[in-house]
């Protein structure tokens, strides 16, 4: 028990979270001034909190409150691991359904609030998902598109320049 307490202490993150109370109030929201004053509060209630176990340590004994202390501190560390990995849980399909969605599912709504009818019109009409396309043939699929064949040019221009460079330097 002697080592388990301060074992469970700094898993808990206790220390760092008094070393950096200033800063995480601050970067929560508080002002300068509150943070530091929340931190004070803080302090005072630590010192409290400290005074209460010094005269209870005689009346109930130190196995008694290690025991309580241990259990109190597996408690929160149960709490707090099943609320981040439901956190994590629920972010994870969220984030897996937004990629699973065609791209106009996300801006179509943007667009309707916007007033965008026209818009949204074109954007339903002209919009093909294409699927098993490899990267390096995304250039023909853009030069077939309606709107995007007026900006790609027909002959890659990169690629011409690399194969007349290649042709100099050959020769």
């Known amino acids: 028990m002697a080592t388990l307490i301060p074992f469970l202490q700094q898993l808990t993150g206790i220390n760092a979270i008094m070393f950096y109370a200033p800063v995480l109030l601050k970067s929560i929201g508080f002002g300068g001034n509150a943070s530091l004053y929340s931190a004070v509060i803080i302090g005072a209630v630590n010192v409290v909190a400290t005074l209460v176990s010094i005269f209870t340590v005689d009346k109930w004994g130190r196995r008694v409150l290690f025991l309580e202390a241990g259990v109190q501190i597996f408690l929160s560390q149960v709490v707090i691991g099943n609320t981040v990995s439901a956190n ?84």
């Open 88 to 171: 994590m849980l629920f972010r994870f399909v969220i984030a897996q359904s937004f990629l699973a969605m065609p791209l106009p599912v996300w801006y179509l709504p943007i667009l309707r609030r916007m007033g965008f009818r026209h818009e949204l019109v074109c954007v339903l009409l002209s919009h093909r998902r294409q699927t098993n396309v490899p990267i390096e043939e995304m250039i023909n699929v853009w030069r077939q598109h309606w709107f995007w064949k007026q900006i790609i040019p027909a002959v890659d221009t990169y690629a011409a320049e690399q194969r007349s460079s290649v042709m100099v330097q050959s020769q």
